[in-house]
Each structure stands twice: as structure tokens, then as C-alpha cells.
């Protein structure tokens, strides 16, 4: 489908669910942004969800979202169970804000919703030339080290810094791959990879509604599992955010909103050193990129290139949509 086409789809469908035509014309560019980057696991597959929220008053459609300023470079959001992406929207461009006044932004937020990918709020920050960093907690999908039941989400950790070129933005869960990944495969009738999620007897599974009723590995072991607590403390713990496994799954819990708490640092990088950080970036880069490849590399990737390219290319074509979710998105359109 074109973009152009797919974008008023979206936004007509958010604004049925009564979201304002501007907060819908967010969330619209980051579902659709998400299919470009070939990250549909956190693109239109969602709709559906976020839209079955608003219906049941578990997303609010029209927040009074409340930014209390604690000083000059700190500030603290109530997001009055806005959908995430809003929320977090007005986040990181105050942290930019806040960082541009004083060298360092840092905003926590509260009572907010899923708000897909970390990168696109890193992006925004970068692009202004600041060095940024994003958390935000997710529902219990990754059991703790030694624990038998899940209860960490697969907490991203996103970093991002300018580079003069295209941006370095690491952006991982701290689960060997996302949950969305497994429930777009749930919902396409697809396996998931080998070794990623247990079922619930502590089996290594490909069979995905086995893993969503089990655990999902970390990251090297113990230190994912230490990864993703650090973010459940920033996001939820420090902004009065939901923490400690109490995240709902925004999928099958409707037993209230999901009070996903989120947390956004922003550093001036000329802080310490002024204009030579991007000369020193630059040749941080080359100094990796010049190493001699490994078998099968022909060249050193450093994180961020891969979906930028990955950008470009899709911007130029249609976007492909399995006929699955071509049908929720016509019966979300006839509500
Ligand atoms: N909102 C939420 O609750 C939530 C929860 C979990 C994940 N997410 C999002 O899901 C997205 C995907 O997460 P993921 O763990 O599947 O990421 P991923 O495995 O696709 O990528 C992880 C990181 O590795 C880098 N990378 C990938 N291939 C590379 C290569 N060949 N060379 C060098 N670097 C490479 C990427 O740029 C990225 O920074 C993220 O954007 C994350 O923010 C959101």
C-alpha cells in the first residue's frame, strides 16, 4: 500500500477511536515508521491493540498530560494514561529542551502506554547534536536470573550520538529478541527462532503461543537479566511508573491502564570538550571500521547504520501488509 494511503488510514482509524487529529498523525508516523525500518513487530500489527485500549478506557484519547518542571534540566511527566507514543513525544522534546538550556535534559515520565521503539525518540535528540539515552519498561516477559517465572519486560536500552553522518543509535531489548516479534508470528501463523523463549515447563520452544505462556531468554544470561532490572528501576521505580513484574501486558491484561513509566537523558556532547567531540566521533568510527573483517563481513556496521539503510531503501516502495492485518485494520475502520 502507499505510504500517503496507509498514513490516512491510520490516522482516520485512531481518530474513530477519538484520539485528537494531531495525536493520531503522531502515532500514525511511528507505526509507519516502524514497517520502514523492518521493524513490523512494532508497527500496524499494534493497531488493533492499542486500539482495543482506548475502547475498553485503558488508553486515554484525550489526556491532560502534566510536565512539572523540577529545575532547569529536570522534569517529571504525568501522562494521564496517554497512548505511549504521545507521551513520550512530549518527553523527549522537552529533555531537548532542558538539555539545550543547561548541557543536560533528563525527563521522567508516568502513567504512560507502549511507545514502540526507543530509536525514534533517540533520533529527535540526535538529530539537535545531543547525545541521548531511553528506557522505558514493558510487561513481565523475561524471568529473572535463578527465578522461575517471568517478570522483568524486555526492557530496551536505547543510546544515541551525532556523528556527523547517520547516527549511532543502539537500541536492544535486553530479551534475546522482542516480544512483538513473537506475537506478529503468533498472529501469522510463523515459528520463532531457536533457543529465544522457553515454554512454561522450561523447554526451549519455536512454537510462539508457547513462549508468550513461558519466558523469554535474556541477553547473556545473567547480565540481560541485570540489564533489564537497571531499566525497570530508571523507568518505573525512579518516575513512579509501575515496576517489579506490575507493568500490564497491554495485549490480554485489561484489567487497568498499563502505567509503563519511561525515563530520557539528554547530554550536550561539546560538554567536556567542546567542538572536537565530532572530530574525535568521527575518527572513533574509523578506527573501528578499518579492522580487518571476519569471515563473512565485508564491512563493520555500527548500530543505527543498518536501519537507516534499511529506511531508505523501504521509503522508496509500497508497504507490504499480510491480508491479516489488512482485515483488522478494515473492521477497526468501520467502528
Ligand atoms: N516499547 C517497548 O516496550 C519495547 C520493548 C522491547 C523492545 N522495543 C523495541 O524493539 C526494537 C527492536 O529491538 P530488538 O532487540 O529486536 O533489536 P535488534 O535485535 O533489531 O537490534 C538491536 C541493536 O543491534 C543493532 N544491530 C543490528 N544488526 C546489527 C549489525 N549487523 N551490526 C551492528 N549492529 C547491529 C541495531 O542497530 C540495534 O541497535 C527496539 O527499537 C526497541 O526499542 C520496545
Same mark, same amino acid.
Given at each position: 500500500m502507499k505510504k500517503?494511503?496507509?498514513?490516512?488510514?491510520?490516522? *482516520?482509524?485512531?481518530?474513530?477511536?477519538?484520539?485528537?487529529?494531531?495525536?493520531?498523525?503522531?502515532?500514525?508516523?511511528?507505526?509507519?515508521?516502524?514497517?520502514?525500518?523492518?521493524?513490523?513487530?512494532?508497527?500496524?500489527?499494534?493497531?488493533?491493540?492499542?486500539? *482495543?485500549?482506548? *475502547?475498553?478506557? @485503558?488508553?486515554?484519547?484525550?489526556?491532560?498530560?502534566?510536565?512539572?518542571?523540577?529545575?532547569?534540566?529536570?522534569?517529571?511527566?504525568?501522562?494521564?494514561?496517554?497512548?505511549g507514543f504521545v507521551s513520550a513525544d512530549i518527553a523527549i522534546s522537552q529533555a531537548i529542551k532542558n538539555a539545550k538550556k543547561t548541557g543536560i535534559g @533528563?525527563?521522567?515520565?508516568?502513567?504512560?502506554?507502549?511507545?514502540? @521503539?526507543?530509536?525514534?525518540?533517540?533520533? *529527535?535528540?540526535?538529530?539537535?547534536?545531543?547525545?541521548?539515552?531511553?528506557?522505558?519498561n514493558a510487561p513481565p516477559a523475561l524471568a529473572p536470573h535463578g527465578a522461575k517465572k517471568s517478570l522483568f519486560g524486555t526492557n530496551p536500552i536505547c543510546f544515541g550520538v551525532p556523528t556527523g553522518k547517520v547516527p549511532f543509535i543502539l537500541d536492544t531489548s535486553t530479551s534475546i529478541i522482542n516480544r512483538g516479534k513473537i506475537r506478529r508470528a503468533h498472529k501469522l501463523g510463523e515459528k520463532i527462532p531457536y533457543g529465544v523463549a522457553l515454554d512454561k515447563s522450561g523447554k526451549i520452544t519455536t512454537d510462539p503461543k508457547r513462549a508468550l505462556e513461558g519466558t523469554q531468554l535474556p541477553i547473556a544470561t545473567f547480565k540481560g537479566s541485570g540489564l533489564a532490572w537497571m531499566v525497570d528501576i530508571l523507568s518505573g521505580v525512579l518516575t513512579g511508573g509501575s515496576h517489579g513484574g506490575k507493568t500490564k501486558d497491554p495485549f490480554d491484561d485489561f484489567s487497568g491502564p498499563q502505567n509503563v513509566g519511561?525515563?530520557?537523558?539528554?547530554?550536550?556532547?561539546?560538554?567536556?570538550?567542546?567542538?572536537?567531540?565530532?572530530k574525535e566521533m568521527k575518527e572513533n568510527i574509523r578506527l573501528v571500521k578499518k579492522l580487518p573483517k571476519a569471515k563473512g563481513f565485508n564491512s563493520i556496521l555500527y548500530p543505527g547504520e543498518r536501519k537507516n539503510n534499511l529506511y531508505k531503501k523501504n521509503s522508496k516502495k509500497d508497504i507490504s501488509i499480510p491480508q491479516k492485518i489488512l482485515n483488522e485494520m478494515n473492521d477497526l475502520n468501520v467502528v
Open positions: 500517503s494511503i496507509l498514513r490516512t488510514k491510520v490516522i *482516520q482509524i485512531l481518530k474513530k477511536h477519538k484520539l485528537s487529529k494531531k495525536h493520531s498523525e503522531i502515532c500514525a508516523d511511528y507505526l509507519i515508521k516502524a514497517e520502514l525500518v523492518g521493524a513490523k513487530s512494532h508497527g500496524l500489527t499494534r493497531l488493533r491493540m492499542y486500539c *482495543q485500549r482506548i *475502547q475498553k478506557k @485503558l488508553i486515554n484519547p484525550k489526556p491532560r498530560i502534566k510536565i512539572k518542571k523540577i529545575n532547569s534540566s529536570i522534569s517529571h511527566i504525568d501522562a494521564d494514561n496517554s497512548i @533528563l525527563v521522567g515520565v508516568k502513567r504512560s502506554g507502549h511507545f514502540g @521503539l526507543s530509536s525514534f525518540y533517540a533520533e *529527535q535528540a540526535v538529530k539537535k547534536n545531543l547525545i541521548v539515552f531511553c528506557f522505558t519511561h525515563l530520557f537523558l539528554t547530554i550536550n556532547p561539546k560538554i567536556f570538550i567542546g567542538k572536537k567531540f565530532l
